[in-house]
């Protein structure tokens, strides 16, 4: 399995940067790193991707470390309505399914 | 555009009973994937489909199966349905099964069964 691990929970307040970690020291090559997040009785919501380099788009930014075992989902001003749980994922199209979900991490924002 | 869209969104089912759940994906999408979501094991893989072929298929039983028609849409069914059967079933949709091209999922059907 294509395993990564995040923390459990994370807190921030509202309008502060939040900085989510994600170590994945089993990558390969080609396995691209994606974020999903899941709201409370909604499906998971496709945050941002990358492969090699940092990525930025409305929702957030990705930071790749040099080496890919690790990454970082960047949330420049948190809002209440980013709280939610974060999904770290490689994609490597395997047999068992191109994501494999983990615990991914609780998000709290506080107001 | 139209988001994915899943029905229907909650159903009640008795132990032993089949159900059929529906996907639609976005428009141009031709790739389907199935989730199964529950508090214990969180998400779990089922299957993918790509142009009417199941492409991948996780550890499910052979209770569980899928397909995919022509117009991309797609189906699961699952039989002899049992208690820990229940769960939220996700659909997604990606324009291509390519490692690099996100999916997109729909909010899910809610099955409990009794």
């Known amino acids: 399995d294509a395993k990564t691990t995040q923390p459990n929970s994370m807190e921030s307040n509202e309008e502060e940067p939040v900085h989510l970690p994600c170590n994945h020291s089993?990558?390969?090559?080609?396995?691209?790193i994606h974020w999903y997040r899941q709201l409370p009785s909604q499906g998971p919501e496709y945050v941002i991707h990358?492969?090699?380099s940092n990525v930025n788009n409305r929702m957030a930014s990705l930071a790749i470390a040099e080496d890919r075992k690790s990454s970082t989902l960047i949330l420049h001003r948190a809002t209440l309505r980013d709280a939610a749980v974060y999904y770290c994922?490689?994609?490597?199209?395997?047999?068992?399914?191109?994501?494999?979900f983990g615990r991914g991490t609780q998000l709290t924002v506080w107001p | 555009k139209a988001g994915v869209t899943q029905t229907p969104r909650y159903l009640i089912k008795t132990r032993g009973q089949q159900v059929t759940l529906s996907c639609s994906p976005i428009?141009?999408?031709?790739?389907v994937s199935w989730y199964q979501q529950t508090p214990g094991q969180g998400l779990q893989f089922l299957f993918e489909?790509?142009?009417?072929?199941?492409?991948n298929k996780g550890n499910f039983p052979g209770r569980f199966s899928g397909r995919q028609f022509s117009n991309s849409r797609s189906e699961m069914n699952v039989s002899t349905l049992e208690l820990g059967d229940s769960a939220l079933y996700l659909c997604?949709?990606?324009?291509?099964?390519?490692?690099?091209?996100?999916?997109?999922f729909g909010d899910g059907t809610r099955l409990s069964i009794l």
């Open positions: 997604a949709s990606s324009l291509g099964t390519a490692r690099n091209q996100p999916q997109h």
């Open positions: 089993t990558i390969s090559g080609t396995d691209y």
């Open positions: 990358g492969l090699t």
């Open positions: 994922i490689l994609d490597r199209g395997s047999t068992l399914g191109r994501l494999y």
């Open positions: 428009s141009g999408h031709r790739s």
């Open positions: 489909y790509f142009s009417e072929t199941q492409r």
